[in-house]
């Protein structure tokens, strides 16, 4: 069973939008600070976004700040990426996770939702 269950992903033109869903299975996703990370093909996995357990606290890459928000529905135990202004560089594998401490190693990942931007 894979703790954690992305959707949302799909085919975009150069500056449409996306909004990523993170979904629990079998834990309760609002006690975890949680972290949007992709991974394009021959390249390193890179932090996108995090947020803390209550949603105080969020952080970005350089890359995707102004155009990427990261948020959480803790009554709905689901965490989001919303994607706007999108590019071809964005196209990759994005997977979230779970943190017992915001900054902390992700102790829960999913399988991941591919995104792929066309120009």
């Known amino acids: 069973q894979v703790p954690l269950v992305e959707s949302g992903g799909g085919l975009v033109q150069s500056g449409g939008s996306l909004r990523l869903s993170c979904a629990p299975s079998?834990?309760?996703?609002?006690?975890?600070?949680v972290a949007w990370y992709r991974q394009a093909p021959g390249k390193a996995r890179e932090l996108v976004a995090g947020i803390s357990s209550g949603g105080g606290s969020t952080n970005y890459a350089d890359s995707v700040k102004g155009r990427f928000t990261i948020s959480r529905d803790n009554a709905k135990d689901t965490v989001y990426l919303q994607m706007n202004s999108l590019k071809p560089e964005d196209t990759a594998m994005y997977y979230c996770?779970?943190?017992?401490?915001?900054?902390?190693?992700?102790?829960?990942w999913g399988q991941g939702t591919q995104v792929t931007v066309s120009s």
């Open positions: 079998g834990l309760t996703l609002a006690a975890y600070a």
């Open positions: 996770s779970a943190h017992p401490v915001y900054g902390a190693p992700g102790l829960y």
